[in-house]
């Protein structure tokens, strides 16, 4: 069949039959349809939207055009089980949740991705510890695994090949909000990692992809309708992001925020409640626990004792990183040369920000890409981010900007200026979980 075909069908508002997106998923892995006719099929669908039919053979195409993993020959004593998130602004969440889920007794096979948009990538941030491989092969990654109960690593060449393609080339497209496409991107890869339960954060607000509540909603309830139909149990936690989530946004910066939440040195609230709750989820999702309570009361135990913290020190040594990462990290995380603040400009309350703007600041000074293949500047972005609610003095700041250049740092703090409102009174406080969703 000609592609173009398939692409006219597609922009003229018709269905994809199986073939079709079997064709399309091949041609992904394979190479054999190029990048610009790729990225004309992803407009029409981004225009025209995907059925629950077309979406769901889209995600099995994407799921099985590369290698499946399967755990059952290493006898694991505990479930295999992931969390994804639909992307926000300092959303550094995996790298807590994933050491404090294998310290409460899951294994976690956490493959992620890269910067999407305006939001950051768990790869890119993974990569700002120095060693750390992100892409060991399947033997090593199954190995860390089972030796340390987690392993975040990035999305490999044989591991759901055609969406690992179609998700570098929907980044620099403009096509990245389409609910069929991220629903189908998240599930083929979590069904490739051969899991036996899947959460999500499902995120929305004005630094999400859906912006509102019900766009929220109705991806939620589409991802878990999606993943039954491959035989994958999935839960649903809705969160807010009209903000940036803790006090950090850029990737190393993130990495610093993470290890201090780890060693209970400061944990932000908003931030410390979606970790809480997500992994929680996690363990009723897995059968470990049957009560909300216990599995947040679970979740917390692991924190405390520093059991969390111990699974994070070793995955990254098995993954080639520092040993003494979690007591040095100052020593290995690369800095800014230029750190600036952000000035509140009156007295008053933080209202609101405009938190996509925002993310793009963080790709405009470096740290997220603009064209296919990009490289980052690991050191960049927010510090010392005042939330949402947030008393101010004139002067007060907001955050501080890290960047490469003084010309970069002053054109970001007008932006992040411009991209907040301060107002006399303070504004009505919003929970950060917002609700629950899990299979009938």
């Known amino acids: ?15 994809l039959s199986g073939a079709e997106i079997q064709f399309f998923a091949d041609g992904l892995a394979d190479g054999s349809i190029p990048a610009e006719q790729v990225s004309a099929l992803a407009m029409a669908i981004f225009l025209n939207s995907m059925s629950f ?12 055009s590369g290698e499946v993993l399967d755990w059952s020959d290493l006898d694991l004593d505990g479930p295999v089980v992931d969390k994804h998130s639909t992307g926000g602004v300092g959303d550094k969440v995996s790298f807590l949740l994933a050491p404090i889920a294998a310290a409460c007794g899951c294994y976690v096979p956490m493959i992620s ?26 033997d090593e990654f199954r190995r860390v695994v089972a030796k340390t109960g987690c392993a975040v690593i990035g999305q490999t060449a044989d591991l759901a090949p055609a969406d690992r393609r ?44 859906m912006t509102t509540e019900d766009k929220a909603l109705d991806m939620a309830n589409t991802i878990i309708r999606t993943a039954a ?37 400061v944990r932000e609230k908003r931030l410390d409640e979606v970790v809480i709750a997500v992994t929680a989820e996690m363990l009723l999702a897995t059968g470990l626990e049957t009560e909300p309570t216990a599995a947040a009361a679970k979740v917390q135990q692991a924190i405390d004792s520093g059991g969390a913290a111990e699974k994070f020190s070793q995955m990254v040594a098995e993954l080639g990183g520092p040993s003494d990462f979690l007591d040095n990290r100052a020593s290995y995380l690369v800095t800014a040369p230029v750190v600036r603040p ?19 600041v963080i790709i405009e ?20 981010v005042q939330a949402i609610g947030s008393k101010l003095d004139r002067g007060q700041p907001l955050a501080m900007i890290h960047a490469a250049s003084e ?19 303070a504004p009505p406080q919003r929970a950060v979980i917002q609700r629950t969703l899990r299979p009938e």
Not at 126 to 135: K, T
């Open 1 to 15: 069949m000609l592609f173009t075909d398939i692409i006219r069908k597609k922009r003229d508002g018709g269905e």
């Open 53 to 64: 039919a077309e979406s769901a053979a889209l995600t099995v195409a994407m799921a099985n």
């Open 113 to 138: 991705g890269r910067g999407l948009g305006h939001t950051g990538g768990t790869t890119d941030k993974a990569e700002s510890i120095p060693g750390y491989n992100v892409a060991p092969s399947f």
């Open 166 to 209: 179609f998700y570098a080339i929907r980044d620099v497209t403009s096509t990245v909000e389409s609910m069929p496409l991220i629903t189908a991107s998240i599930l083929a890869k979590k069904i490739a990692a051969g899991l036996d339960a899947l959460v999500m954060d499902v995120k929305f607000g004005s630094g999400a992809f």
């Open 229 to 265: 139909t491959a035989g994958l149990t999935t839960h649903a936690v809705m969160t807010d992001m009209n903000e940036v989530l803790g006090t950090t946004a850029g990737n190393a910066l993130e990495l610093a925020e993470s290890v201090a939440y780890l060693r209970n040195e």
């Open 342 to 360: 952000v000035p509140a400009p009156r007295d008053g309350f933080l209202e609101s920000m405009e938190t996509m703007r925002l993310g793009n």
């Open 365 to 384: 000074l470096g740290g997220g890409r603009r064209v296919l293949g990009e490289s980052l500047d690991l050191s960049v972005g927010f510090s010392d």
């Open 407 to 425: 010309a970069a740092a002053q054109q970001a703090v007008e932006t992040y200026l411009d991209a907040c409102q301060i107002a006399d009174a």
